[in-house]
């Protein structure tokens, strides 16, 4: 391998001009190694000054991207922000106008009532909110038993009676209390065949101990349509019907929403 080796000494001539003397300047071995490793540490020190400012560009141009990304994204959070704003607020207002129309969410039924499903969930049919409350007794006949309000203790095995019982002769027509619709038709081991009615600002109505339906869950019925007929399926001793009303999830006295006695 070849080895550069520094000549003795080196001269440099300077000639100013064509008229001019000649100037000669001796350089020895020691001082042209000298001058050669100073240049050579300029040098370095000039491609580590380039290196290291090429990988600064490389990072500022990194955070800059990291940057508007960040900004980006805090963009994008403030708007998720402002819609779940939004969507407070609407549940807000929503929730301001079915208190205004007597829609509340619904309390949960009492315990060991056999429905309450339709008394839970009074207000699920949109169409139904501003109907009117039932208004008007599902048959004529005699009142032989009043509605007692759970805690009464008057003997019966549930707690009170949620409703009146009305006498009537065996498969009389039973027609709606209100415009509504129908959210549960079917048997219950208390009520027997019984119809469960919808209607608007969070009323039900439930008609039990029926001999057979003539509604079907899901039907929309008006006030006064034919829904099922008297009989003493359940737990009856006789033929009667179990008339309930429920108002936003709480029974109440049929006798504070339908005036005077079922006609006769």
Known sequence: MPVLRLPPRARIIYLPGDNGRSHEIVLKRRAIGAALAVLGLVVLAIATFLSTYAVLLIRS??????????????????????????LEQSRRLQDQLLDVLGVSPARAPQAGHPIGAGAAGAFQDAGLLTAPPPDRWPLGGYVTREFAPPGAGDGDARAGHEGVDIVAPLDTPILAAGKGRVTAAGWDNFLGNYVEITHGLGYVTVYGHCSRLAAREGDRVDRGQEIAFLGGTGQASAPHLHFEVWKDGVAIDPRLVIAKDPPR
């Not at 508007?68 to 779940?84: F, G, M, Y």
């Open 61 to 86: 141009a990194q955070l800059s991207r990291v940057q508007q990304q960040l900004k980006a994204a805090n963009e994008q959070l403030e708007a998720v922000r402002s819609i779940n704003r939004e």
